[in-house]
């Protein structure tokens, strides 16, 4: 019961508190963080944005090549972040997933009103910049 209680002191989760468990994207294990720490759109947009500028280096994850998917998910990793772009059709669609190098998500949801979508945000030549750049991969 010591331990438990010196433990619980150390890793204090708050009664009632919201937290949100993940899987690494490399698989190497699980993370807990609070809920409130989940990331904005605007966050994973200044991510996609830095690609666009040549701040930031993008790498294919998926197997399948931007043409090859054609209609689908195609995954990247922006230096440790994932983020998974929904090809429609050859063309940049919207983002539907994003995980953090510390594990906080973004993650497109059904209810979500125009705007709140990374790929949303950006400006019409980052955007087809983005799209160039995915069909490189």
Known sequence: MAEWR???I???VANCSGYTLTKHPDGGGWNVSAADSELSAREVCQVLR???FERRTMTKVS???WDQIHTGHFVVSVEGWRISIYNDCDTLDYCEECVSP???RWLFGAGDRFGTD???LLSTWEHQTLERLLKEL
Do not use: D, F, L, M
């Open 6 to 8: 010196e433990y619980e």
């Open 10 to 12: 150390t890793n204090h």
């Open 50 to 52: 830095e690609v666009t």
């Open 63 to 65: 197997q399948a090549s």
């Open 102 to 104: 510390e594990g906080r």
């Open 118 to 120: 990374p790929i949303a």
